[in-house]
């Protein structure tokens, strides 16, 4: 799906599971989702692509993403930390931040909206609701209405039907749609 003519959506997944990702990207082809995706096996390489430091200072090679998909759990520095420093790095161009993750604690899908998540999405079992989620939130992503994260606002502007990406559900059970009004 290339909507209105836009270039390739540009993806950076962090996720240490080879089987997530094979998931994701068969997802994302049955989604009809152009898109030209960038892996890494953990947070510490995600901070390093962001931060462009070698291996991935070539911007040719490994460019900025307009989505970054991040797992919560990985070794060495999890999607936590990620966020963490994402929030940190005032310089760093504006670009959706989607955690997906197994965990259905309340507590982990607050904290990452409170540390800037743009959405925090439930790894679904079934592929066709899971390509849903993912060409909605590849449509959103191709023209980012993202405000720059400043010292005084480190939180990104909340894009409408995120939070329940191919369903009139919330994301979790129970779980509020509002992020503004659950952090």
Known sequence: ?????????????????????????????????????????????????????PPFDDRCRCPWPQLLILDLKMPRVNGLEVLRWIRQQYELPPFYTAVLTGSTSPEDVNLCYALGAD???????????FATMLRDLGKHCVRPRVRSRTRHD??????????????????LPGFPRDPETSV
């Open 1 to 53: 799906m290339n909507l209105a003519n836009e270039p390739a959506l540009s993806i950076l997944v962090a996720d240490d599971d080879r089987n997530d990702v094979l998931l994701l990207e068969v997802a994302l082809g049955r989604a009809g989702v152009e898109c030209e995706l960038h892996l890494v096996r953990d947070g510490q390489e995600a901070i390093d692509y962001l931060g462009a430091i």
């Open 119 to 129: 959405a925090c999405l439930s790894k679904p079992c079934d592929l066709t609701r």
């Open 154 to 171: 480190a939180r990104y502007a909340w894009p409408e039907n995120l939070f329940a990406m191919g369903s009139n559900e919330p994301i």
